[in-house]
């Protein structure tokens, strides 16, 4: 999958956001690398998954930082587990449980540590990629669980609806992370006049303004 066009594309047009306390202090207890980094929200099995996960979404390039190097995992352990209501919270932990489960069962992996980015990407294209009239009937299914008790939505649109989560998740936390705002994305520390219906290719060289 071509991710760095498809950032471009649909993943840097999201919305701006409002920084609250608790997001700066998220953002700035994930600008180094830790060694003793322990999951808040996710076990350490999700944890090592969501992380292949995003790396997989936001690989690396020459230049350009990836997911882990960002470390975004660690931003949306803390992020969930701090900002996020009791049912999201419940809807993200079934989400990862079930995507988690059915990967190795599928995979006959025996552990997470065995699973390969072709594994992941994989699963990925799987979903992500899919047909939009199946993506429309697994969305379906987990909107009539929501509503009704009754409703059980299968595996797949379990695993449909958390990495579309997860995807989205991890580009918000790729775009508000230090690193990005200020080398990756168009970006003055003190804003000037605002300028409306202008070339984005001619003022910042078609990127996107940093938030």
């Given at each position: 999958?071509?991710?760095?066009?498809?950032?471009?594309?649909?993943?840097?047009?999201?919305?701006?956001?409002?920084?609250?306390?608790?997001?700066?202090?998220?953002?700035?207890?994930?600008?180094?690398?830790?060694?003793?980094?322990?999951?808040?929200?996710?076990?350490?099995?999700?944890?090592?998954?969501?992380?292949?996960?995003?790396?997989?979404?936001?690989?690396?390039?020459?230049?350009?930082?990836?997911?882990?190097?960002?470390?975004?995992?660690?931003?949306?352990?803390?992020?969930?587990?701090?900002?996020?209501?009791?049912?999201?919270?419940?809807?993200?932990?079934?989400?990862?449980?079930?995507?988690?489960?059915?990967?190795?069962?599928?995979?006959?992996?025996?552990?997470?540590?065995?699973?390969?980015?072709?594994?992941?990407?994989?699963?990925?294209?799987?979903?992500?990629?899919?047909?939009?009239?199946?993506?429309?009937?697994?969305?379906?299914?987990?909107?009539?669980?929501?509503?009704?008790?009754?409703?059980?939505?299968?595996?797949?649109?379990?695993?449909?609806?958390f990495l579309k989560l997860l995807?989205?998740?991890?580009?918000?936390?790729?775009?508000?992370?230090?690193?990005?705002?200020?080398?990756?994305?168009?970006?003055?520390?003190?804003?000037?006049?605002?300028?409306?219906?202008?070339?984005?290719?001619?003022?910042?060289?078609?990127?996107?303004?940093?938030?």
């Amino acid at each position: 999958m071509q991710r760095r066009q498809a950032l471009k594309n649909i993943g840097l047009s999201i919305g701006g956001i409002t920084m609250s306390s608790t997001i700066v202090g998220l953002i700035q207890s994930c600008g180094s690398k830790t060694t003793t980094w322990t999951p808040l929200f996710f076990s350490e099995d999700e944890a090592e998954l969501v992380a292949k996960t995003l790396e997989v979404i936001l690989p690396p390039t020459p230049d350009v930082p990836g997911a882990n190097d960002l470390n975004l995992t660690q931003f949306l352990d803390g992020y969930i587990d701090k900002i996020s209501t009791k049912i999201e919270k419940e809807d993200i932990k079934e989400g990862v449980g079930v995507y988690l489960s059915s990967t190795l069962d599928l995979l006959q992996k025996s552990n997470v540590g065995n699973l390969t980015s072709e594994d992941i990407d994989g699963r990925l294209a799987f979903y992500l990629i899919a047909a939009s009239t199946r993506q429309r009937e697994w969305e379906k299914e987990k909107r009539a669980s929501a509503t009704d008790k009754n409703s059980t939505p299968s595996q797949d649109a379990i695993c449909f609806s958390f990495l579309k989560l997860l995807r989205d998740k991890g580009i918000f936390a790729f775009k508000i992370s230090e690193h990005i705002g200020k080398n990756v994305l168009a970006y003055k520390a003190i804003p000037g006049e605002q300028k409306g219906c202008v070339n984005l290719e001619e003022t910042t060289q078609g990127k996107a303004w940093s938030m």
